[in-house]
T-cell receptor, first 119, second 116 residues
Framework: AQTVTQSQPEMSVQEAETVTLSCTYD???????LFWYKQPPSRQMILVIR??????QNATENRFSVNFQKAAKSFSLKISDSQLGDTAMYFC????????????????FGTGTRLTIIP | DSGVTQTPKHLITATGQRVTLRCSPR?????VYWYQQSLDQGLQFLIQ???????AKGNILERFSAQQFPDLHSELNLSSLELGDSALYFC???????????????FGPGTRLLVL
């Protein structure tokens, strides 16, 4: 079974600082995808970033970047120049790749990290 | 706005009752997924439909059922409700696989269910 572990239940950082959220996963699959989703107080689940396991280059989206260490099964999220709007729960999620004509696989989520940006 | 819509936003009902949650996927998406987010269980996958057919089941109770209609909208039916069913229910959708890539799932705003 695939598992996703987020070991930091809560974190806080001053506005404009950089923060890194940790995520580890366990799988025997070789083809998979990793995601970070953000859940602000509105409870909406918002995609932050995605990483394909076959890609060696770490994904980046503006102020958000990941450190993907495939051998260590680690997938951390770095938020640079943090802003008040980054305050949210952040979930790491994992899915395997199935080549099929029947859609994609379910997401397995970690328990989340509650991030607070302090003004 | 993800393009996935869910109704209603909030639902308050009593134990033993039955409710229906509705989801419309993004335009062009064929897959619909249902997830449950409760305080003590985190986000749990319930069930997936692809182009009208059930594709995968997760930890979905027998009291719960779902379907996807020809217009691709989906409904999640929860019956004989218990206090523990109180949760946020998300619907997500994704497009058909192209070039062997896994498609990203985009989430609706969720339906908050409170069972009293």
């Amino acid at each position: 079974a695939q598992t996703v572990t987020q070991s930091q239940p809560e974190m806080s950082v001053q506005e404009a600082e950089t923060v890194t959220l940790s995520c580890t996963y366990d799988t025997s699959e070789s083809n998979y995808y990793l995601f970070w989703y953000k859940q602000p107080p509105s409870r909406q689940m918002i995609l932050v970033i995605r990483q394909e396991a076959y890609k060696q280059q770490n994904a980046t989206e503006n102020r958000f970047s990941v450190n993907f260490q495939k051998a260590a099964k680690s997938f951390s999220l770095k938020i640079s120049d943090s802003q008040l709007g980054d305050t949210a729960m952040y979930f790491c999620a994992f899915t395997t790749l199935t080549i099929s004509n029947f859609g994609n696989e379910k997401l397995t989520f970690g328990t989340g990290t509650r991030l607070t940006i302090i003004p | 706005d993800s393009g996935v819509t869910q109704t209603p936003k909030h639902l308050i009902t009593a134990t033993g009752q039955r409710v229906t949650l509705r989801c419309s996927p993004r335009s062009g998406d064929l897959s619909v997924y249902w997830y449950q987010q409760s305080l003590d269980q985190g986000l749990q996958f319930l069930i997936q439909y692809y182009n009208g057919e059930e594709r995968a089941k997760g930890n979905i109770l027998e009291r719960f059922s779902a379907q996807q209609f020809p217009d691709l909208h989906s409904e999640l039916n929860l019956s004989s409700l218990e206090l523990g069913d109180s949760a946020l229910y998300f619907c997500a959708s994704s497009g058909p696989q192209v070039s062997g890539e896994q498609e990203t799932q985009y989430f609706g705003p969720g339906t908050r269910l409170l069972v009293l």
